[in-house]
């Protein structure tokens, strides 16, 4: 696990999405780091989420991991200027958009 600089893990703390589960909506949460890039875990405020602390286990269940990563990147979406297009061009060895068209389609209900 990789640690949360401190400067970017004050930042998480002062944000109220942070303060519950984007699964559950338990208070008792957890850092969740989504996603791996060459071999670390990858530390910005959008590829991080805050998950019950029993789920954010070395293994959480596939279900659980795959809707974390697309609140990840409906994060990444809000936050960064371009979206998607801003992450491919710092992570470009992997394929965001239709990453997030997968899980959009598998688990958005809308």
Aim: glycine letters at 2%.
């Amino acid at each position: 696990m990789r640690a949360i600089p401190p400067k970017l893990r004050r930042e998480l703390s002062e944000d109220p999405f942070m303060q519950k589960c984007c699964i559950t909506g338990s208070s008792n949460v957890s850092f969740e780091h989504c996603w791996i890039y060459k071999n670390r875990q990858i530390s910005e405020k959008w590829a991080i989420v805050p998950l019950r602390r029993d789920l954010n286990s070395s293994t959480p269940p596939k279900d659980v991991k795959e809707r974390c990563k697309l609140i990840s990147l409906e994060r990444a979406i809000e936050l960064l200027p371009n979206g998607l297009d801003d992450i491919y061009i710092k992570y470009p060895r992997f394929d965001w958009k239709q990453t997030y068209k997968y899980l959009k389609q598998k688990y958005d209900k809308n």
